[in-house]
């Protein structure tokens, strides 16, 4: 297997990432706790679990926070780079984490907007994506099936 590089730092929170490929077993492990995951009926397993178009899968060094980033083409229109899994399980803040990230995806993507999608039925929280709003995302719409939307335009 290639050898990425050994990590990103954001230059603001001084947080470090891990870039890894799709498919990193420790992700996997991340991601099978997050709501958004989802076994397959005949027990397939998720080789790849992160979906066509360009991704950035990040991890922190100590493997307990997950963020995916992917640009694709989405089937509802929007426009930008998304946040397609956002886990943590650190220490840290998710809002420092989701900044710290957000500085690696516009060194990717320059000027992109980042979006994401909140399932309020999915979490305990009475303010679904209050990590996101807590780092400056606002809330830019609904999707028809009640999926919440948020955005962070770039600066």
Same mark, same amino acid.
């Given at each position: 297997?290639?050898?990425?590089?050994?990590? &990103?730092?954001?230059?603001?929170?001084? &947080?470090?990432?891990?870039?890894?490929?799709?498919?990193?077993?420790?992700?996997?492990?991340?991601?099978?706790?997050?709501?958004?995951?989802?076994?397959?009926?005949?027990?397939?397993?998720?080789?790849? @679990?992160? /979906?066509?178009?360009?991704?950035?899968?990040?991890?922190?060094?100590?493997?307990?926070?997950?963020?995916?980033?992917?640009? @694709?083409?989405?089937?509802? /229109?929007?426009?930008?780079?998304?946040?397609?899994? @956002?886990?943590?399980?650190?220490?840290?803040?998710?809002?420092?984490?989701?900044?710290?990230?957000?500085?690696?995806?516009?060194?990717?993507?320059?000027?992109?907007?980042?979006?994401?999608?909140?399932?309020?039925?999915?979490?305990?929280?009475?303010?679904? /994506?209050?990590? @996101?709003?807590?780092?400056?995302?606002?809330?830019?719409?609904?999707?028809?099936? /009640?999926?919440?939307?948020?955005?962070?335009?770039?600066?």
């Amino acid at each position: 297997m290639k050898t990425l590089p050994a990590t &990103l730092e954001a230059s603001q929170n001084k &947080l470090v990432w891990l870039p890894i490929r799709d498919g990193d077993p420790r992700a996997r492990a991340l991601y099978r706790r997050h709501y958004s995951w989802h076994e397959y009926k005949d027990n397939r397993q998720h080789d790849r @679990f992160v /979906g066509p178009g360009e991704r950035l899968v990040l991890i922190t060094l100590t493997c307990d926070a997950l963020f995916i980033w992917r640009k @694709f083409r989405p089937l509802d /229109g929007q426009q930008g780079v998304n946040c397609s899994v @956002f886990r943590n399980e650190s220490n840290i803040t998710s809002s420092q984490l989701i900044l710290s990230a957000e500085e690696l995806a516009w060194k990717r993507w320059p000027g992109e907007r980042l979006y994401t999608y909140v399932n309020p039925k999915k979490i305990r929280s009475a303010n679904p /994506g209050y990590c @996101f709003l807590c780092a400056g995302w606002q809330h830019c719409g609904h999707t028809k099936s /009640g999926l919440v939307i948020l955005e962070k335009l770039p600066t």
